[in-house]
């Protein structure tokens, strides 16, 4: 059975202006189609092996930037106003150091009017989800990268969105804080009625969070394949099933290195 | 970023150093010259300074004058800061505009079309250390605005707050570290070009004192109000740097 379609990209194309004048072509023709999640929570990722494309797809489902061409559709409506209920998350971190832990989190329902609800219960409820109990009045200034992705986490999830985009969440981190972030984003699909949709170019992260990953040629950006991750299987870096899907996904990638560039 | 203060030790070195290579030659080795006065005589000028050049009041029109203007423009720039830091909005654009003049026109002849228009006002140096904080600051915002993080902006958009929100409370915000480091560039322009002004219109103010020494050849007055005005610049940099430290103090690393 057919499930319904929460986001929809139509023929998304993205011309910049480059060096000198010229205009380059970052995104052609993107199409992709999201349905709503089975379960409560389901994480996407789109692999591609540039980060510009990316974050540019990124940027125009999230309505922060306008494409030259096509349209984004959030439940059958077309999205082209930012509103909060797809929220992007950057690479580098965003939460704002003049602000601690507490108001970062408040300033995405601040502004809004007609909040359902008690607004100080979604802030802890926020903070407590990713890991800062404790921590509401610290500033985040001299804080490490994970530190300052929780609390941009909990400012997403307060707004209430439909859809989180995550710009390479777990690039620059090592060791036990990629870990942590890691099973933190795992938990959050578990346990929160939102699709979490990853932009990345590691494979091995991409494998072991999704439940579907969109592969993405570069120069320009096109989505050339889809893959479904049967979660039911056992997916862990030492099974044969992670390992075929890496291999896989990698041997597409290295194919659309001959497509001609336009 | 926290500002530097490692080297105040060697620069107090360097100062004791100079005070007494200045009382050593100037008061014993050389005591009558051109160069700098005998620092007994600057000690016995300061009656003089007091009574004659009025001090006091002269020191507190132009250290109002700055400092009053700093805060006013720093506090409209604030107001406006909504319209100032937005892109391709018509107050930017103008001011951007302004901008392209001050690269050919110096602030000071602007003080000379003030004189001119205005030749009799007593609030005439308000007015123009006013005009030039004011501008000198808008000019910086807009500048500052450019370089903030798109990350900031990219988050707050997507999480639907609106235009003028975001101009207010993230890039007003984020560019706050950047301005009040300017102000120490901004009270020392002002300073320079508003005793240039005082010199050349008379009144008031210490540029008037400065004019004065000159005109009776008053070599220690001269000097005393030269250590009066490096002091106060001084002392107005330590309190800017206390105020950034204290409650601008993120960085946006």
Do not use: C
Request: glycine share 4%; hydrophobic share 45%; net charge positive.
């Amino acid at each position: 059975m057919n499930r319904e379609i929460l986001l929809e990209v139509k023929n998304i194309s993205k011309t910049v202006h480059g060096l000198a004048g010229s205009k380059v072509r970052v995104l052609d023709k993107v199409n992709l189609k999201i349905e709503k999640p089975e379960r409560l929570g389901q994480i996407i990722s789109i692999i591609a092996a540039s980060a510009s494309e990316l974050t540019a797809l990124l940027k125009i489902i999230s309505a922060i930037e306008k494409p030259s061409e096509g349209e984004v559709h959030l439940s059958g409506k077309q999205y082209h106003k930012s509103a909060g209920d797809i929220v992007f998350i950057p690479e580098h971190p965003s939460s704002f150091p003049w602000l601690n832990v507490k108001q970062n989190v408040e300033f995405a329902i601040n502004f809004k009017e007609n909040i359902p609800g008690s607004i100080d219960n979604k802030v802890s409820e926020a903070i407590t989800f990713v890991g800062l109990e404790g921590y509401e009045t610290h500033f985040p200034d001299d804080n490490s990268l994970g530190f300052r992705f929780r609390i941009s986490l909990a400012r997403a999830l307060v707004a209430d969105p439909k859809i989180i985009l995550l710009d390479e969440p777990l690039k620059n981190l090592h060791g036990e804080t990629k870990k942590e972030i890691f099973n933190l984003i795992t938990e959050l699909s578990k346990k929160i009625n939102v699709t979490i949709i990853i932009a990345s170019m590691n494979i091995s992260d991409a494998v072991l969070l999704s439940d579907k990953i969109f592969l993405m040629t570069r120069h320009p950006g096109k989505i050339a394949d889809t893959i479904d991750i049967d979660r039911s299987n056992d997916l862990n870096i030492h099974s044969d099933y992670f390992h075929s899907l890496k291999s896989e996904i990698e041997k597409l990638l290295t194919g659309y290195e001959n497509i001609p560039l336009k | 970023m926290r500002l530097k203060t490692a080297p105040a030790k060697n620069l107090y070195k360097y100062i004791i150093s100079y005070f007494v290579l200045w009382i050593l030659l100037f008061e014993f080795i050389l005591p009558s010259n051109n160069i700098l006065p005998k620092p007994s005589v600057v000690l016995l000028s300061f009656s003089a300074l007091w009574h004659y050049y009025k001090l006091l009041f002269n020191f507190t029109v132009t250290i109002s004058a700055v400092y009053l203007s700093i805060l006013l423009a720093y506090f409209l720039t604030s107001l406006l800061s909504g319209y100032i830091v937005r892109k391709n909005h018509f107050v930017s654009e103008f001011l951007l505009s302004l901008h392209w003049f001050s690269h050919f026109i110096p602030a000071i002849v602007f003080g000379l079309f003030l004189i001119y228009w205005l030749p009799g006002s007593a609030y005439i140096e308000y007015l123009f250390a006013f005009f030039i904080a004011l501008f000198s600051l808008v000019i910086r915002v807009n500048e500052e605005a450019a370089k903030v993080k798109h990350e900031y902006i990219s988050s707050a958009v997507s999480l639907g707050v609106g235009e003028s929100v975001i101009a207010k409370k993230v890039i007003w915000k984020s560019i706050q570290p950047a301005i009040i480091k300017y102000l120490i560039v901004l009270q020392f322009n002002i300073w320079s070009v508003l005793i240039a002004f005082e010199f050349i219109k008379g009144g008031y103010g210490l540029g008037r004192i400065y004019r004065l020494a000159l005109d009776y050849n008053d070599l220690s007055v001269l000097f005393t109000i030269s250590i009066i005005v490096g002091i106060t610049i001084y002392l107005g940099t330590q309190l800017i740097k206390y105020f950034k430290n204290k409650f601008y103090h993120w960085s946006l690393d």
